[in-house]
C-alpha cells in the first residue's frame, strides 16, 4: 500500500514536472520552444560513457558519474553518495523493490537530482545509455544483487569525532561537489572553513533531497543527495562534523591546495565582487543574503524558500525589472526544493558578467512575478 501510494505521487511529480516545462515557455532561454507533446529530453547522439559523465544539455551541474561510479572501488578513488552501477541492467528491481522498469529508476535522478527532463523507452539516448550499461555486464539478467537504500536519521550525538580522519574521508567523496577542503564549485557551496554546526552537517548528509520526492522516504529538502547509513557510517560522519566545525586556516593545512580542482578558473577582477543584496519576502517564504564571491559566483546565504510555485529560478536582472529580456535566468528550477537557511551557489552562465545585471531575484518564471529580490551594494 504505501508502496503503491509512492508510485503514484511519482506519476504526479513527473506530471507537474511536464506542465511546469511547458509553462516555462521561452523563460530561460535554449530549450521549451517546442510544441510536442511530450517532456522528454531531446537527445544528442552522444555516446554511452558521454551520457554517463556529462551533465544533460538542460538539467542542473550534476551527472550521472557526479553521483554514481561504474564499479567499486571507483577508478579514481572517490566514494559518491549512490551506489555503483555495475551491473545495473542486470538487477531484479530498483530503489527498495518501487520500481520494476530500470528507465523508471534512471527518470526518477533525472527529475528528482539533476532537474532534467525525463526520458521514454524509444528515446536515443536512453537506449545508447542502457546498451553501454548491459554491454558490460558480468551477470546475467535478474542475477545482480539489488541494492539497498538506507535513509537515516543522524545520531543525536554527533561529538567525538576526528577531524584529520575527517578531511582525508571528505576529499575523497565530498570533494566531487564541494571541491578539495569543501571550497565550493560550480556543483555546490562552499563548506570548508566555515565552523559548521553538527546539526546542519549531520541532516544534509544523511536526509538532504526533496520531501516531496516519489521515492525516499525522510528527506528534509535541498539538492545534495543523502548519504545513506551503508554510504557513509555514523563514525565517519563524526569525523566529517569535526572536520566542517573547524574554521579558517585549520580546516585547510592538511591538504596543499594547490591541487585544488580545476572548476576555479573564475578571475577575482570587478570592482563588485563582495557587494551584497538582501532578499525581500514578496511570497514563498523567501529571504537571505546573495553575495557577489568571485567574477562568475554568487553565493546566497541563509537561504529560505517554501519549493512552491510554478517553474521558479534565480533571475539577475536592472534596477528591479526581472522581466526578459533584462531578466534571464542564473540557476536550474528550484521548485519544489526546501531551503531552511542555506547556501546556494551559483555559476554565472557562459557570456554573462557582472556588468549585466546589479539584482537578484528568485523569480517564477511560469506567471513572471518575483517572490523576493534584492539590489546588490
Ligand atoms: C545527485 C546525485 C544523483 C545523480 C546525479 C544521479 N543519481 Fe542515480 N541515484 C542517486 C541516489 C542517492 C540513489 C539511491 C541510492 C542508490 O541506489 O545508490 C540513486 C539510485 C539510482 C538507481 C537505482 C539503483 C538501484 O539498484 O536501486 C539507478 C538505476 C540510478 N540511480 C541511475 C542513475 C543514472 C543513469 C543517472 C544519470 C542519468 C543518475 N542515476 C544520476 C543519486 C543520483
Ligand atoms: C552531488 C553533489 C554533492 C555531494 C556529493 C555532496 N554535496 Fe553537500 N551540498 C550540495 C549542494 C548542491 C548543496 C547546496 C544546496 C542544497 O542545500 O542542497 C550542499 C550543501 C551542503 C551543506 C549545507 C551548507 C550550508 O551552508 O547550508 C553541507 C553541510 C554539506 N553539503 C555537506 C556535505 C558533505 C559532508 C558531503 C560528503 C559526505 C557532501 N555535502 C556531499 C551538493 C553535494
Known amino acids: 500500500m504505501g508502496t503503491f501510494w509512492k508510485l503514484s505521487l511519482y506519476g ?26 511530450t517532456s522528454s529530453e531531446t537527445p544528442t547522439a552522444a555516446t554511452g560513457q558521454e551520457l554517463f559523465e556529462n551533465r544533460m544539455s538542460s538539467g542542473n551541474t550534476f551527472a550521472c558519474a557526479t553521483c554514481h561510479a561504474l564499479t567499486e572501488p571507483a577508478s ?10 555495475e551491473n545495473v541492467t542486470r ?15 534512471v527518470n526518477s535522478c533525472l527529475s528528482e537530482w539533476m532537474n532534467a527532463p525525463t526520458w521514454t523507452e524509444d528515446n536515443t539516448d536512453w537506449q545508447t545509455l542502457f546498451s553501454w550499461f548491459d554491454d558490460q555486464a558480468t551477470v546475467t539478467a535478474g542475477e ?3 541494492v539497498p537504500i538506507q ?10 569525532g576526528d577531524a584529520t580522519a575527517g578531511q582525508t574521508l571528505f576529499n575523497s567523496s565530498c570533494v566531487v561537489c564541494h571541491g578539495e577542503n569543501g571550497v565550493g564549485t560550480e556543483r555546490a557551496p562552499q563548506v570548508g572553513g566555515l565552523g559548521l554546526s553538527s546539526e546542519l ?52 593545512t592538511a591538504f596543499d591546495s594547490s591541487t585544488s580542482s580545476s ?44 519549493g512552491g510555485g510554478i517553474v521558479v529560478e534565480i533571475y539577475g536582472g536592472t534596477d528591479g ?35 549585466d545585471f546589479n539584482g537578484i531575484s528568485v523569480w517564477c518564471v511560469a506567471v513572471g512575478v518575483s517572490f523576493g529580490d534584492g539590489l546588490f551594494q
Not at 538487477?91 to 529508476?105: E, I, S, V
Open 151 to 160: 535513509i537515516v536519521d543522524p545520531p543525536t550525538d554527533l561529538s567525538g
Open 91 to 105: 538487477r531484479p528491481h530498483y530503489k527498495n523493490g518501487q520500481l520494476t522498469a530500470m528507465l523508471d529508476a
Open 321 to 355: 525589472e526581472y522581466n526578459p529580456p533584462t531578466g534571464f535566468s542564473i540557476s536550474g528550477d528550484l521548485k519544489d526544493t526546501l531551503f531552511e537557511n542555506e547556501s546556494l551557489t551559483l555559476t554565472l552562465p557562459t557570456g554573462v558578467t557582472l556588468d
Open 144 to 146: 545482480a544483487d539489488p
Open 263 to 306: 572548476d576555479s578558473t573564475c578571475t577575482s577582477n570587478h570592482s563588485r565582487v563582495g557587494q551584497t543584496a538582501e532578499l525581500s519576502t514578496f511570497s514563498h517564504n523567501v529571504s537571505g543574503t546573495a553575495e557577489i564571491v568571485d567574477d562568475c559566483t554568487i553565493t546566497i546565504r541563509n537561504f529560505n524558500y517554501d
Open 201 to 252: 552537517v549531520g541532516r544534509r548528509v544523511r536526509t538532504s533531497g526533496r520531501v516531496d520526492s516519489g521515492v525516499y522516504e525522510g528527506l528534509t529538502g535541498g539538492i545534495m543527495p543523502f548519504w545513506g547509513a551503508d554510504r557513509i557510517s555514523d563514525d565517519e560522519l563524526r569525523d566529517l562534523t569535526a572536520y566542517l566545525a573547524l574554521t579558517g586556516e585549520n580546516a585547510t
Open 12 to 37: 504526479i511529480l513527473i506530471s507537474l514536472l511536464a506542465s511546469g516545462l511547458m509553462a516555462c515557455g521561452g523563460g530561460g532561454g535554449g530549450g521549451g520552444g517546442s510544441n510536442a507533446d
Open 76 to 85: 579514481d578513488g572517490i566514494r559518491r553518495p549512490g551506489h555503483s552501477l
